[in-house]
């Protein structure tokens, strides 16, 4: 059986805000922003070629917003996708070299913490 996770809630303290961050300056697909009721507000956003979505809103998580640490996205060139967050006015952190990956990372304008990680190449040998 799979299991596969497509949707992260993502507390935020202004929805418009974060919305426009994350659609506007980190290039996430708008999928729905949907007014449920009064106390409910739901916006689903999925990062460029992704099959896991973030949802941020009103009344869809008790967790506090900025609260989010380690969600972390694979990406093919951690330089390129470094340059096209700071492109798009994202205060991005240097690329840092480690033996596990390349990884950069970001906060959304509530604190969220994301990183972005260029997974080392495979070696092929066999022993």
């Given at each position: 059986m799979d299991w596969k996770i497509e949707l992260i809630m993502i507390p935020v303290a202004d929805v418009d805000r974060a919305k426009a961050f994350y659609a506007d300056q980190c290039g996430f697909h708008l999928d729905h922003d949907q007014r449920v009721s009064e106390s409910l507000r739901f916006v689903q956003l999925?990062?460029?070629g992704s099959a896991c979505s973030i949802a941020i809103g009103e009344g869809i998580t008790d967790a506090a917003p900025g609260s989010v640490s380690?969600?972390?996205v694979v990406v093919a060139d951690a330089d390129a996708a470094r340059a096209e967050l700071v492109r798009r006015h994202v205060?991005?952190?240097a690329v840092e070299d480690?033996?596990?990956g390349r990884f950069v990372r970001f906060?959304?304008?509530d604190g969220n913490r994301w990183t972005l990680q260029q997974l080392p190449?495979?070696?092929t040998a066999v022993s």
């Open positions: 999925t990062p460029p380690g969600v972390q205060d991005a952190s480690l033996p596990w906060s959304d304008p190449a495979r070696s």
